[in-house]
């Protein structure tokens, strides 16, 4: 059974689209994340949501629009797409908002 | 959270040790030291933490200073399976946030 699921894996569109990314955990975690990996492996946070609460937004242009409509799910939509937005998203989960981290196998965005 | 710094890449050959070195000066008290890995192709993983003490579990083993100023994660048998990027990283087990901060890691590779 997959832990941290996301979908799509490949999600290639044109620039000016707008787009999400759906991840779900069977875990029974309540605290979610969204990170960003870019060209150069860089992992950055994007977003934390503890039980469907945001609690932490870094610095995240606000076309990027996280939605957790239960505490299983945390959905992330992307409006006007740049070509910079290209790169990796990765869904997290953890038990609370101290536990270590169960990583999803990540969407690769690729926009032209 | 205090910064981590990790050599680039490490080559260690197959069924040998691997020490994976992490140097953290400013770590503070309230400092919990984590270990996750990146293989390719798939988001993080979970490898070990510690406080202060020696850690032990099934994947690796976690190797703290006295002074907690470095640390080192030591796998004990390499295999061809084990290259990754390993990120050392510190949170702070006061953070409410429980947003974890990846550097650059050290890319390790296992010559068969």
């Known amino acids: 059974d997959t832990a941290v699921s996301q979908t799509p894996k490949y999600l290639v569109t044109q620039m000016g689209n707008d787009k999400s990314i759906k991840c779900e955990q069977n875990l029974g975690h309540d605290t979610m994340y969204w990170y960003k990996q870019d060209s150069k492996k860089f992992l950055k946070i994007m977003f934390s949501?503890?039980?469907?609460?945001?609690?932490i937004n870094e610095t995240v242009p606000n076309r990027f629009s996280p939605k957790s409509p239960d505490k299983a799910h945390l959905n992330l939509h992307i409006n006007s797409l740049e070509l910079g937005d290209s790169a990796v998203y990765f869904c997290a989960s953890s038990l609370h908002s101290r536990g270590g981290y169960t990583f999803g196998s990540g969407t690769r965005l690729t926009v032209v | 959270d205090a910064k981590t710094t990790q050599p680039n890449s490490m080559e260690s050959n197959e069924e040998e040790p691997v020490h994976l070195p992490c140097n953290h000066s400013?770590?503070?008290?309230?400092?919990?030291i984590h270990w996750y890995r990146q293989l390719p192709s798939q988001g993080p993983e979970y490898v070990i933490h510690?406080?202060?003490s020696n850690v032990n579990n099934r994947m690796a083993s976690l190797a703290i200073a006295e002074d907690r100023k470095s640390s080192t994660l030591i796998l004990h048998r390499a295999t061809l399976r084990d290259a990754a990027v390993y990120y050392c990283i510190l949170r702070d087990v006061q953070d409410t946030g429980n947003q974890f901060y990846f550097g650059t890691g050290t890319s390790l590779t296992v010559i068969p």
């Open positions: 400013t770590i503070s008290g309230t400092d919990y």
């Open positions: 949501y503890n039980n469907k609460e945001l609690i």
């Open positions: 510690g406080l202060t």
